[in-house]
């Protein structure tokens, strides 16, 4: 299994540039969240997603912010325009299903830096 | 809301040193709860979890135990090796609403010196 998988793994970019980031998460998944972590503020939950419908997005920071998921086997998470502020790692995870219960696994992270 | 609290780090210890990680939380209802561990330069995995009161969770000989009078969810191993040096996040998954969305603590580093 390829596990949750992330695109692109860095990303240097300037400000006001937009951004997106891209998430495919394991086949027969149907939970996926999209997490920001940051020295100040650590893991926050931004956005997740229930058979591709958002469910909770009360943690996008600000209209700056979008998330998709068009189909069960993608996602992204797009900045415009991106601010310094924005420079974190985006993680991305998926799980079996909404219970309580479910582990959820996680893709290895994009870097974003904000110039 | 939810929340949860660990001791900061960083954590420094020799190998084969005992280690106590401490865990509380804030919830309503019965959440489950996870601990977590990042190595460097990777994504989380899941160390192991406990999904009800009195339960313990235990995965390469580390042990946590829901202990819902406390709320705690303290992590816990005999004997530290360096490999485990890493980052250790425990979590709670609120039981009340839909979804399995994760609430972390702010993480505690751990560093295990040969």
């Known amino acids: 299994d390829a596990g949750v998988i992330q695109s692109p793994r860095h990303e240097v970019t300037e400000m006001g540039q937009e951004v997106t980031l891209r998430c495919k998460p394991i086949?027969?998944?149907?939970?996926l969240f999209w997490y920001r972590q940051t020295m100040m503020r650590g893991l926050e939950l931004l956005i997740y997603?229930?058979?591709?419908?958002?469910?909770?997005d009360s943690g996008m920071p600000e209209d700056r912010f979008s998330a998709k998921m068009p189909n069960a086997s993608f996602s992204t998470l797009k900045i415009q325009p991106s601010e310094p502020r924005d420079s974190a790692v985006y993680f991305c995870?998926?799980?079996?299903?909404?219970?309580?219960?479910?582990?959820?696994?996680f893709g290895p992270g994009t870097r974003l830096t904000v110039l | 809301g939810d929340s949860v609290t660990q001791m900061e780090g960083p954590v420094t210890l020799s190998e084969e040193a005992f280690l106590t990680i401490n865990c509380t939380y804030t919830?309503?209802?019965?959440?489950?709860l996870f601990w977590y561990v990042q190595y460097p330069g990777e994504g989380l995995q899941l160390l192991l979890k406990?999904?009800?009161?009195?339960d313990k969770g235990s995965n390469k000989g580390f042990e946590a135990t829901y202990r819902k009078e406390t709320t705690s969810f303290h992590l816990e191993k005999g004997s530290v090796q360096v490999s485990d040096s890493a980052v250790y996040f425990c979590?709670?998954?609120?039981?009340?609403?839909?979804?399995?969305?994760?609430?972390f603590g702010a993480g505690t580093i751990l560093r295990v010196k040969s």
């Open positions: 919830a309503t209802g019965y959440p489950s």
């Open positions: 997603f229930n058979n591709n419908v958002p469910i909770d």
């Open positions: 979590a709670l998954s609120p039981s009340m609403e839909y979804g399995n969305k994760l609430v």
């Open positions: 086949s027969g998944h149907n939970s």
């Open positions: 406990a999904t009800k009161a009195d």
């Open positions: 995870a998926s799980s079996t299903s909404p219970s309580s219960y479910n582990e959820q696994f």
